[in-house]
């Protein structure tokens, strides 16, 4: 059974850093492309990061660029999200997912992704 396991949320203040993690198994997915979507109370489901197969190409949306850092270990079948100077807009649950196809490129579209996370919830405080 395949799964993908996020970790690392919480609850902070304005400001502060978080490390997500999002472990897979049940199959590798190091020739795969992964990212991250966020979810906020009534709102759609929304692309975060994503990255290519060997992590050589990333690709952020407007409202995270220069504080997000999305990066992956093959070898560890893991992927990454850094979150720097974290703000309450980016108070969702986070999910990572994975694409069922081997795929050098990066992928924003959230119908792109065939594997998803259960979720981790990020509140940030004012």
């Known amino acids: 059974q395949v799964q993908l396991v996020e970790s690392g949320g919480g609850l902070v203040q304005t400001g502060a850093s978080l490390r997500l993690s999002c472990a897979a198994s049940?199959?590798?997915?190091?020739?795969?492309?992964m990212g991250w979507f966020r979810q906020a109370p009534g709102k759609e489901r929304e692309f975060v990061a994503a990255?290519?197969?060997?992590?050589?190409?990333?690709t952020y949306a407007d409202s995270v660029k220069g504080r997000f850092t999305i990066s992956r270990d093959n070898a560890k079948n893991t992927e990454y999200l850094q979150m720097n100077n974290l703000k309450p807009e980016d108070t969702a649950v986070y999910y990572c997912a994975a694409t069922s196809y081997y795929s050098d490129a990066v992928h924003t579209g959230r119908y792109e992704y065939h594997y998803w996370g259960q979720g981790t919830q990020v509140t940030v405080s004012s």
């Open positions: 049940g199959r590798t997915f190091s020739r795969n492309a």
């Open positions: 990255i290519n197969w060997s992590g050589g190409s990333t």
